[in-house]
């Protein structure tokens, strides 16, 4: 792949994340806090936000190793809408982590 298509790709991948985050956000968070679904889910289980969504984020990379593994074609969500999962997923822990870091939460580099 060309730098040229990679960039296409990369654009194109960008754009069905927008559209999946705000589509799927709406399902989710139904408070003004997007990551609402996350909190309530995490106090439910008591732990973290940000543990809520990388368990999510280890299940969907379990999901996909066991795609690519089989090498069998799958029933339902593709390959590539599991990598977009993931993507959106990491977007999503990184607001999580974002807010989280001014209330003193160890996660910037140490200095």
Request: aromatic share 6%; net charge neutral.
């Amino acid at each position: 792949m060309d730098n040229r298509q990679f960039e296409l790709q990369f654009e194109d991948l960008v754009s069905k994340m927008r559209r999946t985050l705000l589509k799927k956000g709406n399902d989710y968070a139904k408070s003004d806090d997007r990551l609402d679904n996350f909190k309530n889910a995490g106090a439910i289980c008591g732990i973290r936000p940000e543990v809520t969504c990388l368990n999510l984020i280890a299940i969907k990379v379990n999901r996909m190793a066991n795609l690519i593994n089989s090498g069998t074609k799958p029933e339902n969500e593709s390959v590539q809408d599991t990598a977009l999962d993931l993507a959106c997923y990491s977007v999503l822990l990184n607001a999580i982590i974002n807010e989280a870091a001014p209330i003193g939460l160890p996660y910037t580099a140490a200095q």
